[in-house]
C-alpha cells in the first residue's frame, strides 16, 4: 500500500494582502497568533484533501517578522504567495519570489482582492497565477488543488 506522506504547505506575502483570510477559508481547526489583526507569529490549520492531510501554516506579513518566514519554512512541499492585487508585487513579494525560484519550492500565486482589483498582475514567475476573492472563497480551493498537483509532481 501507497504510504501517505502528510504535506505541508506555506501561505507567504506581504503585509495585509490576505494571508490569514486564505487559510480561515481552507482549514475550519485553526489556531492563529495575532495582534490588532495582524498575524505576529503564525496561522496553522490542516484538513484532508482528497484522502490526504495537508498542514497549512501562515507567516506574518511585517517585514519585523521575517524570521518567521525562514522558521516555518522548514521542510516545506509548497507555498502560496498572496498577493494584494490592488498592490501589485511588493519588495516582500519579489524577496519571497526570488527564495522560491533559487529553492525550486512548487508554489502557486493568489492575486487576491479581485473585488478591489482585477487587472493582471505584473510578474517575472512561471507558477500560476489564480485570481482569488479571500474574503468570499473565491479561487480559494480551485487554487490550492492547482498547487498540490504541481506538488505531487515534483515529488
Ligand atoms: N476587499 C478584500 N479584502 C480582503 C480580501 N482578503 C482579505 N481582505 C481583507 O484584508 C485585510 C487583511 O487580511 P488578512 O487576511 O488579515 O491579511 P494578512 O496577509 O494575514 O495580514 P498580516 O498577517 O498582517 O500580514 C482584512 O481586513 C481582510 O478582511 C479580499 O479578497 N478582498
Ligand atoms: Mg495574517
Known sequence: MKHNKETKIVVMGAYNSGKTTTLE???????KVEYNGTTTALDYGNTMISGEKVHFFGTPGQDRFRFMRRIL???????????????GITPTDQEILGRLD???????IFANKQDLNSSD??????????????QEGEGIME????????VKSHQ
Open 121 to 134: 498582475l505584473d510578474i517575472d514567475s512561471d507558477a500560476p497565477v489564480i485570481g482569488t476573492i479571500a
Open 102 to 108: 533559487e529553492f525550486q519550492i512548487p508554489y502557486v
Open 73 to 87: 519554512s522548514e521542510g516545506l512541499d509548497g507555498a502560496i504567495l498572496v498577493v494584494d492585487n490592488s498592490n
Open 143 to 150: 487554487g490550492v488543488e492547482i498547487l498540490l498537483e504541481i
Open 25 to 31: 477559508q481552507i482549514c475550519h481547526n485553526r489556531a
